[in-house]
C-alpha cells in the first residue's frame, strides 16, 4: 500500500537540515524533489545549528554532508546519535521561535503542523525528479508551498487546521492513520492526539494492507489515508473496507490528485510500466488520477461526503493548488452514517 509518502517505492528517506526527523514529505518522488531542494539558511538558524557563517546548501554541500554524516553514525554509538539528533532538532525549531520574536511583522507564513511563522515556504526540485514523475505537471504553479521545518504541503496544513477545530472529539477517538505524513504526525504529537499508524511496508503500529485490512468490523472512528487512493489496485474495494471497520458516525479523511480535465477518474489495469505510468497518470506509482466530481465515487461507498476547501482557510497557511497542477487544495470528509 501506497500514500502521501509511498512507502513501498521509496528508499530510506534521508531528511534535510530544516527537518530533520519531522520529515512531513510525501511520496517517493517528493522525498527526491525534497533531497535536492535548497535549504534556506539565516544567520540565527546556523549559529545554534553549528555553523559559522551564512550560506545556502547546494547539492554538491549536501553531498559532503551526508557524507560525513555516515561516517559519524558508524563511529558513533546509536544512543549518542540520537541524543545528538534530538538536540539538533530542539535548536533548530528554537532558532525558528527566535526568528519570529526577531522579526515578526516578516513572518508572513504559518505552518499549523509545526507551529512555526516563516518569512516564506520554500520550493522543492520537482523539476529534477524526471524519472519519477510528470514534470510538466509542476510548470507555472507555485512551487514555494513547503514548509521549511515540517515540510507540510498545502493539504497538510489545510487538514490540521480543520482538525484544530475538532481536538475535543479526536482526544478520545480511536483513529487510524494509514501512510502516515511526520508534519501531521508532529500536530498530533503536539496536541495530544494519539492514532495506530498503518502500513504495508513501512515500519508502523500496524502492517496491513487498506484493501483487506483483518481488522475488526467497525472498531475505529476515524480513519485517515492522503494520498493513498490512486497507489491502490483497487480503490473502491479499499473504501469499502475503510466503511466496514469504521463505527456508525465514523469519519474518513482522504485526498488524492484531481485532474481538472477528468471528470470522476481515469484509469487502465493494462497500464503497467514506470514510463507510461508517468506519462499517463504522473508518477511512476500512480495507477490513475481522479477527476473533479470523484466525490462522487465515494459517496457509491455508502459515505456522506463534504468538501473540505482550501479557499475556506487562511491565506498565512498557504492553502493553494500544489506543488503539481493536480494537488488540489481540496480534501474529503466522509462520514459513515449507518444507514446504508
Not at 549536501?62 to 546509536?78: E, Q, S
Not at 511583522?105 to 525528479?129: D, N, T
Not at 487502465?268 to 497518470?281: N, S, V, Y
Amino acid at each position: 500500500m501506497c500514500g502521501d509518502r509511498a512507502p513501498s517505492v521509496r528508499s530510506p528517506c534521508i531528511i534535510p537540515p530544516a527537518a530533520l526527523h519531522y520529515g512531513g514529505v510525501g511520496s517517493a518522488a517528493e522525498v527526491s524533489a525534497f533531497q535536492r531542494s535548497r535549504c534556506r539558511t539565516s544567520p540565527v538558524r546556523l549559529f545554534f545549528c553549528g555553523g559559522i557563517c551564512k550560506y545556502t546548501f547546494e547539492k554538491d554541500n549536501n553531498a559532503m554532508r551526508n557524507a560525513i554524516k555516515g561516517i559519524i553514525k558508524k563511529i558513533c554509538p546509536k544512543s549518542l546519535w540520537t541524543q545528538m539528533h534530538n538536540v539538533r532538532v530542539k535548536c533548530v525549531y528554537f532558532s525558528y521561535q527566535l526568528n519570529e520574536l526577531l522579526h515578526p511583522k516578516k513572518m508572513r507564513c504559518y505552518c499549523p503542523c509545526c507551529g512555526l511563522k516563516f518569512e516564506s515556504f520554500i520550493a522543492g526540485k520537482y523539476q529534477e525528479c524526471v524519472d519519477k514523475l510528470d514534470t510538466a505537471r509542476y510548470v507555472e504553479i507555485n512551487q514555494d508551498v513547503i514548509c521549511p521545518f515540517c515540510y507540510s504541503l498545502p493539504r497538510h496544513r489545510i487538514l490540521a487546521l480543520w482538525l484544530e477545530k475538532r481536538k475535543v472529539l479526536l482526544a478520545s477517538a480511536d483513529i487510524l492513520y494509514f501512510a502516515a505524513v511526520q508534519s501531521e504526525l508532529l500536530w498530533m504529537k503536539r496536541n495530544r492526539i494519539f492514532c495506530t499508524t498503518a502500513d504495508l511496508y513501512a515500519d508502523v503500529d500496524l502492517q496491513i494492507d487498506i484493501q483487506d485490512t483483518k481488522l475488526t468490523e467497525q472498531s475505529y472512528d476515524f480513519v485517515i489515508c492522503n494520498h493513498v487512493l490512486e497507489h491502490v489496485e483497487d480503490f473502491r474495494a479499499t473504501l469499502k473496507e475503510v466503511y466496514r471497520i469504521l463505527r456508525p458516525e465514523g469519519s474518513l479523511i482522504c485526498s488524492f490528485p484531481m485532474d481538472p480535465a477528468i471528470i470522476l477518474v481515469d484509469e487502465d489495469p493494462t497500464i503497467q510500466t514506470k514510463t507510461e505510468k508517468i506519462r499517463r497518470f504522473g508518477q511512476q506509482d500512480h495507477n490513475r488520477i481522479f477527476g473533479m466530481n470523484a466525490g462522487l465515487l465515494i459517496s457509491d461507498a455508502g459515505f456522506v461526503v463534504e468538501e473540505i476547501r482550501g479557499e475556506d482557510y487562511p491565506k498565512e497557511i498557504l492553502p493553494v493548488i500544489g506543488p503539481a497542477n493536480y494537488d488540489m487544495n481540496i480534501l474529503f470528509h466522509c462520514r459513515k452514517t449507518g444507514k446504508r
